[in-house]
């Protein structure tokens, strides 16, 4: 299923001319349908961080958990959230607040050496949503790594073989979406045993509008 950037472009448009006009920018969204695979089945597991050429079109809330230095970097690098030790310590009993802060953030970023207590204190909260914190060691820039969390999306594969995920708005030019739709489909085709041969469709749709097959 050799999808082309001209496929994908057409597919865009005929996207965004279907979409009704809504009173907020709507996402558009890349669905996958996979065969001949099991989903239940731990090598079927599909659980992927992808940085994308372009953000997806909702700028990604990252919260970095670091302690020191690192976290007055986290604030002035523009982090949403920075949780320090005294914090991250005092989360372990509160379940409310564990929810909240995973409902609330799309990435979380962690100073290495936390990361035991980041285990015990979140672990079984973010763990679960696929929002386990990236470690990273003390030294490292974590402006540059926040910038790349801005591009990030999740891919993860569920119940269902589907894989779905924010590629854009329709705001951007058809340009960037494309870009981003072509970096997802090669990394999905990369994790599969059968590689293109595991996808039965390709499908893209803005958050209330039609589903529009790719058409090779």
Do not use: W
């Not at 907020?24 to 996979?34: A, D, G, H, T």
């Not at 065969?35 to 599909?46: M, R, V």
């Not at 989360?91 to 909240?100: H, R």
């Amino acid at each position: 299923m050799p999808l082309d950037t001209k496929t994908i472009l057409n597919a865009i448009k005929e996207v965004k001319g279907k979409s009704e006009k809504r009173n907020f920018v709507q996402s558009i969204e890349l669905v996958i349908n996979l065969q001949d695979i099991d989903p239940k089945k731990p090598e079927s597991k599909i659980q992927e961080l992808i940085e994308l050429p372009y953000p997806p079109g909702k700028e990604n809330k990252i919260c970095v958990i670091a302690s020191g230095e690192m976290a007055l970097k986290a604030k002035k690098a523009g982090a949403n959230l920075v949780v320090e030790r005294s914090n991250l310590e005092a989360l372990m009993g509160d379940k409310k607040k564990q929810k909240e802060l995973a409902k609330n953030y799309d990435f979380f970023i962690a100073e290495a050496p936390l990361m035991p207590t980041v285990g015990k204190s979140l672990g079984a909260t973010l763990g679960p949503k696929g929002k386990m914190p990236m470690p990273i060691p003390p030294t490292a820039n974590i402006a540059d790594h926040i910038e790349k969390h801005r591009k990030m999306v999740l891919v993860r594969l569920r119940g269902q073989p589907v894989l779905q995920c924010r590629v854009g708005n329709e705001n951007m030019p058809d340009e960037e979406i494309t870009q981003n739709v072509q970096a997802v489909i090669r990394r999905i085709e990369g994790k599969l045993k059968k590689g293109i041969k595991n996808i039965r469709s390709i499908h893209l749709k803005t958050t209330m509008g039609l589903s529009v097959k790719v058409k090779p």
